[in-house]
């Protein structure tokens, strides 16, 4: 689904991603970790172009999401993003928020159909006869758009036990409620796959459990997914592979069992006997 070949971020003279090479198939479960200033989050934010990477090549889903010449927000579509502070727009209520992309980006969709329809007859003036185009398909409304939207809200919201929420604001929940909306908010846009900065990191200890479940849940569905955490716990139970990485490269790559019990990189070894 993902190939990093040769990834390079430098900010300025500070380089903070140095070839990082790496692959992710569908399915997999891919927990990141390494000390702060390892170049983690910044990995994470060029697998979806929030950052231009210097150099290096991102293949997702066989497009080179890297070329500056692609447009990015047609593949954001399907690679979803879950922040460490949620992110969550504070002036909507929780069902506004989960509805917002899908609707902003179906609407659009039908707005493009329906200019190409208008303009249809003028364009095909111009075309030889077995390059004419046909009218694009428009299947629903509008309206029809809102109300599917609000459905699949409100089914993630009760899938997640926070449909009582729907119509409060962000401001209103507990932390561990705000992750955890965040999290169906991008799974409201039927992502291939999810990317998690660091998802617990800014919860209180008592509402991490509620957000790893959710997380569990979704690799038992089989959802893509890469995590940069410092959750070694989640890493062992969950992750189909676990990667370590310090000063802007991959250093190791292996299963939890041998990553956690028998570690070969001497970095690795350390890092380990700080956090275990």
């Known amino acids: 689904m993902i190939d990093v070949i040769n990834l390079e971020k430098q900010f300025g003279d500070n380089k903070v991603l140095n070839g990082i090479n790496f692959t992710v198939n569908k399915g997999d479960i891919v927990v ?32 080179d999401i890297a070329d500056l010449k692609v447009d990015i927000n047609v593949h954001r579509r399907h690679m979803g993003m879950v922040f460490q502070h949620f992110n969550l727009f504070n002036n909507k209520t929780v069902i506004q928020n989960i509805m917002l992309a899908p609707i902003h980006l179906q609407c659009k969709d039908l707005r493009r159909a329906k200019l190409h329809n208008t303009l ?56 561990g409620q705000k992750q955890r909306v965040a999290i169906v908010r991008s799974l409201a846009m039927n992502p291939d796959v999810i990317l998690f900065d660091e998802p617990t990191s800014a919860l209180d200890p008592e509402m991490v459990g509620e957000v790893l479940d959710l997380m569990k849940s979704l690799a038992k569905e089989g959802m893509t997914m890469i995590i940069v955490t410092h959750e070694m716990g989640f890493a062992r139970e969950v992750a189909n592979k676990v990667v370590f990485m310090d000063q802007g490269q991959i250093l190791e790559c292996n299963t939890p069992d041998a990553f956690f019990g028998s570690p070969k990189n001497p970095r690795l070894k350390e890092f380990l006997s700080k956090v275990l």
């Open 32 to 63: 990141v970790i390494g000390p702060s200033g390892s170049g983690k989050s910044t990995f994470l934010r060029c697998l979806n172009c929030m950052e231009d990477p210097t150099g290096g090549q991102i293949i997702f889903n066989g497009v």
């Open 120 to 175: 249809l007859p003028l364009t095909n003036l111009f075309r030889k006869k077995d390059k004419k185009q046909q009218p694009a398909a428009i299947t629903t409304a509008k309206s029809e758009i809102v109300a599917k939207s609000r459905e699949q809200a409100l089914n993630l919201l009760k899938r997640i036990g926070l449909e009582d929420k729907a119509d409060s604001y962000p401001s209103t929940l507990s932390g």
